[in-house]
C-alpha cells in the first residue's frame, strides 16, 4: 500500500470513528463504531489497488451516510414511547 494511500485509509477511519461517536443513542454510537473498527481490520492486510479503491468508496459512502443520519437526528429526535415517560415521572 502506498503512503498515500495509508494516509487515506487512516484519515477516513478517523473520520468515520469521530462522525459515530456523535450518536446520542448509545446502541447506535456502539453499533457504528463496532461496524467500522470490524469493516477495517477484515480489510487490513488489501494489497490490490482496485479493491482498496472500491473499499474506501464504500467507506465514504458509510461516512456520507452517517452524517446525514446525524442531521436527521438532529431535526427530529428520535421518538420516546409512552412507558419511558412514565417511568421518567416516578
Known amino acids: ?12 477511519y ?8 456523535k450518536f446520542p443513542s448509545y446502541n447506535y454510537r456502539t453499533y457504528a ?3 467500522v473498527r470490524d469493516a477495517f481490520r ?9 479493491v482498496l479503491e472500491e ?3 464504500r467507506a465514504r459512502d ?5 452524517q446525514r443520519q446525524l442531521v436527521t437526528e438532529q431535526h427530529w429526535p428520535p421518538f ?3 412507558v419511558w415517560a412514565q417511568k421518567q415521572c416516578k
Do not use: C, F, G
Open 80 to 82: 420516546s414511547s409512552i
Open 14 to 21: 478517523r473520520l468515520l470513528m469521530k462522525e459515530s461517536k
Open 55 to 57: 473499499l474506501l468508496n
Open 33 to 35: 463504531l463496532r461496524r
Open 1 to 12: 500500500m502506498a503512503a498515500s494511500s495509508t494516509a487515506q485509509v487512516l484519515s477516513l
Open 62 to 66: 458509510s461516512l456520507a451516510l452517517i
Open 42 to 50: 477484515e480489510n487490513k492486510t488489501v494489497e490490490d489497488p482496485k
